[in-house]
Every structure is written in structure tokens, then in C-alpha cells.
């Protein structure tokens, strides 16, 4: 059974976490997320869990990793400056294999920026933010329901694949409110991470049991176990043996690139017949969807491709797409970002026409309209 309630996209984002399986909170008040540190501080100490304010941004994803290392399903919140000192601590997470969850809610930029304001202008940060080659896997919500589904769905991509996961909204979506119908517990389906079924005198840490992902102890469960930045061999000591460091790097992107046929996560509207197609995501998706909308009002073949997963990219969609286009739309509220992903796949398929905003304003449906008119000639 369902119940609805009224919650902004931050509210949403916490339910979704608390839904999840969610026992540990660790950050730092910034806007425009301060309202998920503010109900985490409220939730969790009542279901038993853990909240605690840090004294920075790098401390809270620290403290976030190490409940998770204690077997704490785990998140912090942030927004652009924040989400920049973080790096440091996703590369950490990426390579020590530790599942957690960073929500991060973009705002106008560089620096300080425009606090209060919406940005898209993170998207590259969060693939690319850290040093060194490693998976990233970053959501996209564009609604407050799906600030709800796809922060489930980050816990769960996290304990499946032992690995950050990036819940990347907006300002907009973060503070506007939706009627959310919310799912009953037993209607929600949690992914827990893999346990050692061997006694711990015959456990190997980072053995690769097939799947790429290795079980994963607790601490204190009495498994040895070392944790360290540094490449490491199966035991999880430190080494720079080519033999070892080469199939380490491999697996940690083999145990999510073999399941890319299973996150091409998107939505298509009205593209059965279309021959100019919109790729958005995030608030400027549900602008897109209004201009979509309108200009087959006036007869125009238009559709619409929104993103809900960011990384690893839809290519598979967005080819499939190119195919019966002759023309792809990439609006955002950016320099353009996603865009430059969008023309790697193209390859000269179609013609890629941007749009741009970098007032720190929401995309209209308007704008996007009179772009689509324009190239329609």
C-alpha cells in the first residue's frame, strides 16, 4: 500500500535513504542541501541510526566511509564547494572499495558562486572530480518521486558494486514540492552487500570470486582486514607489481561495465515518430518535456531522451536515438557538459545543437521551445 505525502526534493532524498536501509549521517550544513542534514539530524537518532555534524566536508565523507567499513549503510549531502573537497575521499572510496553515498545538490559556480541558485555545472566534477582512472556511477533525478527511487537505488548500486554512488540534483528539484506516493517497505527492494561464506583463517579480502565484487566484512566481525589507499594485491597489502596493480585497476571497472547493458537508465517521450530529439536531464528535463510537448502542438516530430543515470553514460540509448535523428537538442544549465558526451557518441551520425544557460536561472520551457523552432527552420 501506498502513502502520499507532500515533500521537497530534499525531504525526499532522506526517505528514500531511510527506506534503503539507512543507519549513518555525516556532514556539513551547506546550501542548498542543509535540509537533508537537518531531517537525517531528526530521523536517525529516533530509528536507532547515527547523526553526526562535522567539522568539514572532508571529515563527513571520512566518517561516512568508516561507518561503512563498520557495515553502516552510509550518506552524506553537499553541494558544489563541499562536493570539491570530498574528491580526496570518493578516489579513497573507489579504490578501498567501500559502499557509500554522496548526495550532491549543484548550485550556481565556480567557487561561492550563486548559493541559492540552480546550476547543472557539476556533472564532469562528479565523473571526473577525483584523480586517477576509476568507475564513477551518478544519478540524476528530475523529479521529487525520483529524488525518492533513485536515492534507493544509489544504496543499492553502492552495496551491490562496493562503490560511491552520486545522487546529483539541482537547487530547483531540491527545494520544489510534489505530491510522492510512497511505497509500503515490503513493496521496496533493498541489494545488501555480499558476505563471506568461508570461516575468516580462509578469507582473502580482494579475491575476485567471478563477479568482480568481493565480500565484504564488517569490522569486528573477525575477518582481517586491511584497508588502504594504495594499490593492493588480493590480501590488501600494498603493491606496484604490474601482475597485481593491472587486473586490480581492470576489476574495479569490469564489476560495473559488465553490467552497462543494465544501467542504461532513461526515459523516452514521444520519439516513435520523431526526427529532432531532446537529451536533458535533471530540472531542465521537465522544461524539455513541456517544449517537447508544445512544439508537436504545432506539428513538429520532437522527443524527448531524459537521463536518470548520468555515468556511465547512455551511449547505448543515445546511438539507438541518433539512428532516426537528424537532429539531437542538448539544453542545460551549463557551459555544456553533457553535451560533450553526446557529441563523443555522435561521430557525425546527426547534427548536435546546444543551448546553454549560465545565469543560474531555470531553463524555461519557453527557451527551449524557441530553440527547437529555430531549428526547425
Known sequence: ???????SGNEACVKGALAAGCTFFAGYPITPSSEIAHMMAYELPR???????????????????????????????????????????????????????VISVMRG???????????????????????????????????????????????????????????????????????????????????????????????????????????????????????TGLCHDERGYPTTRADEVEPFVRRLFRKISQDFDKLQWSETYYTEDSTLNVVAFGSVARAALRAVRD?????????????????????????????????????EINMGQISREVKRVNQGKCRIETLNKVAHEPMTPHEILEKIEEIYG
Not at 1 to 7: C, G, H, P, S, V
Request: hydrophobic fraction near 40%; include cysteine.
Open 295 to 331: 512544439a508537436r502542438s504545432k506539428g513538429m516530430k520532437v522527443g524527448l531522451l531524459k537521463l536518470l543515470i548520468l555515468f556511465p553514460f547512455v551511449r547505448r540509448k543515445v546511438t539507438q536515438l541518433m539512428e532516426s535523428s537528424t537532429t539531437i537538442l542538448v539544453p
Open 47 to 101: 530509528r536507532g541510526g547515527i547523526f553526526i555534524q562535522m567539522e568539514d566536508e572532508i571529515a563527513s565523507l571520512g566518517a561516512v566511509i568508516g561507518a561503512s567499513l563498520a557495515g553502516a549503510k552510509s550518506v552524506t549531502a553537499t553541494s558544489g564547494p563541499g562536493f570539491s573537497l570530498m574528491q580526496e575521499h570518493i578516489g579513497f572510496a573507489s579504490i578501498a572499495e567501500v559502499p557509500c553515498v
Open 1 to 7: 500500500m501506498t502513502n502520499a505525502e507532500l515533500l
Open 109 to 227: 559556480g565556480p567557487s561561492t558562486g550563486v548559493p541559492t541558485h540552480p546550476s547543472q555545472g557539476d556533472v564532469m566534477q562528479a565523473r571526473w572530480g577525483t584523480h586517477g582512472d576509476r568507475p564513477a556511477v551518478v544519478l540524476a533525478p528530475s523529479s521529487v518521486a525520483e529524488c525518492f527511487g533513485l536515492t534507493i537505488e544509489a544504496f543499492n548500486l553502492a552495496e551491490r558494486y562496493r562503490t560511491p554512488v552520486i545522487v546529483l540534483t539541482d537547487e530547483m528539484i531540491a527545494h520544489m514540492r510534489e505530491k510522492v506516493f510512497l511505497p509500503s517497505s515490503d513493496e521496496i527492494k533493498l541489494v545488501e552487500r555480499l558476505k563471506p561464506a568461508e570461516p575468516p583463517e580462509w578469507f582473502v579480502p580482494y579475491r575476485d570470486p567471478g563477479t568482480g565484487v568481493p565480500p565484504m566484512p564488517a569490522f569486528g566481525e573477525g575477518y582481517r582486514y586491511h584497508v
